[in-house]
């Protein structure tokens, strides 16, 4: 028989708010340990929470971003369970009435066709204090940091319309995204600022029936995402085809060995509506505001980046793939470079030698004016693009603009008639035999003559005007 | 007249006029605490030399001129309050050794306002109780009548009251909690609106319903405390950012209009209950007649769900209290045991230890309630109730001022009587409990005493942030009663 994978996701996204979702400690929960803590999120007697206004805020603009309806209540409930890095006992978490219900995300299947992935709902909850195991001495202890103790996180619950690692991935990379463009939070599956959980069942193919499911947890990249789920459907399928039941459970990845391994039985704590976190009512005025919030998305920028510049498809999801570099793209084009060709620089060039430098868009000296400047010298054939390549790298090292470290270091193209003539007949004379070969219809010979004159002109050669002009003399 | 005798009023004006000292009046009340509490033992934690600091300080302020209104009165505290550096057990060995790093909002309120802290007083466990007995260290006896309980759960704090071993002290009412032991001790407790009063620093029972109020001698004291108590809190959001009226101001208002025009409704249900004990039957008709005879409207009116009252407070009241007190694990603070192998072992065996009867049997009962497959069936139709009795009030408050009703069926039992019968003590409840489940203020003041000598307290019950209401209406009746033996021979 034939099986098919039945797939939804659950994401954790830490938000980057300045403090904690229920108090002002500072949520950079990497500092030394215990050192952003106070009596709310130490869960100390007596201590109440108090919904930051910064976390809804960015919560609602997290989940506009994925087209969620933003409900006009919501509420936090206390999911009572057992466990070291909850000594509170509960996790404030919205279990009944979420902040969002539905929302999609866009994705391409392997097909290359476009798939829409439904979210069932996205709500905020308080993260766990972070449990660090050491020895003392010979003997294993464990230890408690509370920094990330009621650090915002938003959870995204998907619908389950996943079929394959692949859609798992594409999602993943897609929510990174579109979470990202909002300025809200980092979206790092490796730094630990989004993670995944997947759940997982299978059932004969062109069934609609939904079998028990098994929830895999611990993947630390989106590769180890589509990983652990195309290990996870192999498993279930030599499973049910040697007779073995799935059982409801949790396992976990192991990057090392590749494969998921039983944690725990699943547990559903009792859950009670928490009475000291007031129900958050949102009325128009303010979601409008929020909606203004929203910056531009990278499925509106394609479109916009096609019919305004037109980019290719390719060329302008890739300009749009982070919002920082959408926007550098745009500024150098506002300078007055021509888009296809900033992009094309962009794409092969400047983030190529960004990688390099160890640099990021925002910190480097490369400024979308200075960048632009370049792309101009090289769209106006005043410099060629091996010297263009060149003059990027000074503008790495040193300031002053492209003209005058052009002018400086003499990468201006000779596209001179006269001078080029010269050139030519020095080059066509040194190279006899090749010039008789191209006569005799190898035409590769050209390109070798081509190169000669680049050599001879240390690179500043017009190669389109020599080519023109080689051809010419040899007809 | 001795110190400890004096009213919050009657020692303010001898503190400003400088006839007595703070030291004085706070060294009398540590006298009278040495000699009473060891019979009545209202206290669990005495701060004698933190009171003493205080109070010199508070002293150094008179002498400068300095006056504010609670400078230099003892309080004492329900131990489920915070306090910075002192102690804090909600009368649990759980919480045997926490000391809090933070005051309590009420209590920095109070040392703002230049009250002396005297000490903490008992409860039942966690505030579970209506009579002190389920305290995790000892019971608290009434002064009245020492084989008798003082009510609960703030036992200690209307005991403190009644005993004279404090001026004024605070409790907490999440079903009664003030307003029955300050019945049963014959002093004066007010549950404000919840909202009313901060509840930071306040260990939760059930946080939708738990509030914090004074016990005091007479009503004048209730008003000058709710000055100091009430107001908008941004460390809990529960708290109401409405704006705080002058509460003594309401006795003015009856001193020159006395009552005249307002409207009281006794309900129906109320009176009607089983077992309403007879004395206090004829202790609040009695009041009533004093009312009416102020010009008060005194008509019938129904609260209609009444009766399932005590079952949904019985299952809301657990289920908040099973997640809050899911905190006291053992690995921080408080209680640890240190016999079991593991962590969960730990764990068990912690809370079975740490935690008395009534605390686990509430924690079980609320889990229960909220277990799936159950939470619709118990918690979910409990909240319905919950709003149908909120309803009655609603439609009730469109025709009166004040709802008036006993405070409890029956004056204070016999030490040791219920304790077998946790049905029958959660019934004592009932007249109280539906205020919490609506979020109303309630008051209690005494309106006599039984033919066994123990006080019986008169409920009056306002709309929500009315409390000025309550405060006129018993200064009033408190005024035309003018009780006699108002305290017990101690």
Redesign the interface.
Same mark, same amino acid.
């Given at each position: 028989m034939k099986y098919e994978a039945v797939i939804g996701l659950e994401i954790h996204i830490q938000l980057n708010s300045a403090t904690k979702i229920f108090c002002d400690c500072a949520n950079t929960p990497g500092d030394d340990p215990n050192t952003n803590v106070c009596?709310v999120c130490?869960?100390?007697?007596?201590?109440?929470?108090?919904?930051s206004r910064e976390v809804l805020e960015k919560a609602t603009i997290a989940c506009l971003s994925l087209n969620c309806e933003i409900q006009s209540e919501s509420a936090f409930d206390?999911k009572?369970y057992?466990y070291?890095d909850l $000594?509170?006992?509960?996790q404030l978490s919205q279990a009944h009435k979420p902040l969002a219900k539905k929302g999609w995300v866009e994705i391409q299947d392997e097909q290359g066709r476009p798939k829409r992935l439904r979210l069932h709902h996205v709500h905020m909850e308080e993260d766990v204090a972070k449990l660090v195991h050491e020895t003392e001495g010979r003997v294993p202890i464990s230890l408690v940091d509370f920094n990330r103790a009621g650090t915002p996180l938003i959870e995204v619950v998907t619908e389950p319309d996943f079929r394959s690692p692949h859609d798992a991935m594409e999602f993943l990379k897609a929510i990174r995204n579109q979470v990202r463009y909002t300025g809200c939070a980092e979206c790092s599956m490796e730094s630990g600022t989004m993670r995944c959980d997947a759940n997982i069942s299978i059932r004969p193919e062109g069934s609609d029936q939904l079998n028990t499911k098994v929830e895999v947890k611990n993947m630390n990249s989106i590769h180890h995402v589509g990983d652990a789920i195309a290990y996870e459907i192999k498993r279930q399928i030599d499973a049910v085809n040697n007779n073995e039941p799935i059982i409801l459970h949790t396992r976990l990845w192991d990057p090392e060995k590749r494969v998921t391994t039983a944690m725990r039985a699943k547990f559903?704590g009792?859950?009670?509506p928490?009475?000291?976190? $007031?129900t958050i009512v949102l009325d128009d005025a303010w979601l409008e505001t929020m909606k203004s919030r929203l910056p531009e998305m990278p499925a509106q920028k394609v479109k916009r980046f096609v019919q305004d510049y037109s980019l290719t498809h390719d060329e302008a999801v890739l300009m749009s793939s982070e919002r920082g570099l959408s926007e550098f793209f745009e500024s150098v084009v506002t300078h007055g470079a021509p888009p296809r060709m900033t992009a094309g620089w962009i794409a092969t060039q400047l983030l190529p030698a960004l990688k390099a430098h160890q640099q990021t868009l925002a910190e480097t000296r490369v400024t979308p004016q200075r960048f632009a400047s370049l792309i101009q010298l090289l769209e106006k054939d005043e410099i060629n693009s091996n010297s263009a390549k060149s003059v990027l790298e000074k503008l790495f090292e040193m300031d002053g603009t492209p003209e005058e470290i052009v002018e400086k270091f003499g990468f201006r193209q000779v596209s001179d008639a006269a001078d080029l003539a010269k050139l030519v007949d020095q080059v066509l004379s040194d190279n006899a035999s090749a010039v008789e070969n191209y006569k005799n219809g190898n035409k590769k010979s050209m390109g070798f003559l081509v190169g000669q004159a680049m050599k001879a002109s240390r690179g500043k050669a017009n190669p389109k005007l020599v080519q023109k002009m080689i051809k010419d003399l040899l007809a | 007249m001795q110190f400890h005798e004096l009213t919050l009023f009657d020692a303010r004006k001898l503190l400003d006029a400088k006839d007595i000292s703070s030291v004085d009046l706070v060294t009398a009340l540590l006298e009278r605490i040495e000699s009473c509490d060891g019979e009545i033992q209202a206290y669990i934690t005495v701060d004698e030399k933190g009171a003493l600091a205080s109070a010199r300080k508070a002293d150094e302020r008179l002498a400068n001129g300095d006056s504010t209104p609670l400078l230099g009165i003892p309080v004492a505290l329900k131990d489920l309050l915070c306090t910075k550096g002192l102690a804090t057990t909600c009368a649990s060995r759980m919480l045997e050794g926490f000391v809090p790093q933070y005051d309590a909002t009420v209590v920095e309120k109070l040392k703002e306002s230049g009250a002396v802290i005297l000490g903490k007083t008992n409860l039942d466990e966690f505030a579970m109780g209506s009579s002190t007995e389920n305290s995790g260290f000892h019971i608290t006896r009434n002064p009245w009548s020492l084989d008798h309980v003082p009510g609960g759960s703030s036992g200690g704090s209307a005991a403190a009251v009644a005993a004279r071993l404090c001026t004024a002290s605070l409790g907490t009412d999440t079903g009664g909690s003030i307003r029955q032991p300050a019945s049963h001790c014959g002093v004066v407790g007010i549950k404000p609106t919840y909202g009313r009063v901060s509840r930071f620093g306040l260990v939760s029972y059930a946080s939708s319903l738990d509030q914090i109020g004074p016990i005091t001698r007479d009503v004048r004291d209730t008003a000058i405390m709710l000055n100091a108590l009430c107001g908008h809190d941004p460390r809990d959001t529960t708290s109401a950012n409405v704006a705080v009226p002058d509460f003594t101001a309401a006795l003015d208002e009856y001193e020159t209009q006395g009552l005249k025009g307002m409207v009281a409704g006794i309900p129906k249900e109320f009176l009607s209950v089983k077992g309403l004990d007879s004395d206090v039957e004829k202790a609040f008709y009695h009041s009533v007649k004093q009312l009416e005879s102020l010009g008060v409207e005194v008509k019938e009116i129904s609260l209609p769900h009444t009766d399932y009252a005590v079952a949904a407070y019985y299952v809301i009241a657990p289920s908040e209290a099973s997640s809050n007190l899911a905190r006291f694990d053992g690995v921080r603070y408080g209680y640890r045991d240190t016999e079991a192998a593991d962590l969960i072992g730990m764990y068990k065996k912690t809370k079975s230890k740490g935690f008395g009867d009534e605390v686990q049997r509430r924690i079980i009962t609320g889990t229960y309630a909220l277990s799936a497959g159950y939470y619709d069936a118990y918690y979910g139709q409990a909240t319905k109730v919950r709003s149908l009795i909120s309803q009655d009030f609603s439609r009730a408050f469109e025709g009166c001022d004040i709802i008036i009703s006993p405070v409890a069926p029956t004056p204070a039992f016999k030490i040791g009587e219920n304790v077998d019968d946790p049905l029958t003590m959660y019934l004592t409840d009932i007249f109280t409990l539906s205020t919490n489940m609506a979020g109303l203020p309630g008051i209690s003041i005494p309106c006599g005493h039984g033919k066994t000598g123990l006080p019986i307290g008169f409920q009056m019950m306002a709309n929500r942030f009315d409390e000025m209401a309550l405060v006129r209406a018993a200064y009033g009746l408190e005024q035309t009663l003018a009780l006699e033996n108002c305290f017990p021979e101690m």
């Open positions: 009596p130490l869960w100390l007697p007596g201590a109440l929470p108090v919904l206390q009572v057992y070291p $000594p509170k006992g509960f559903e009792p859950c009670i928490d009475p000291s976190v $007031p | -």
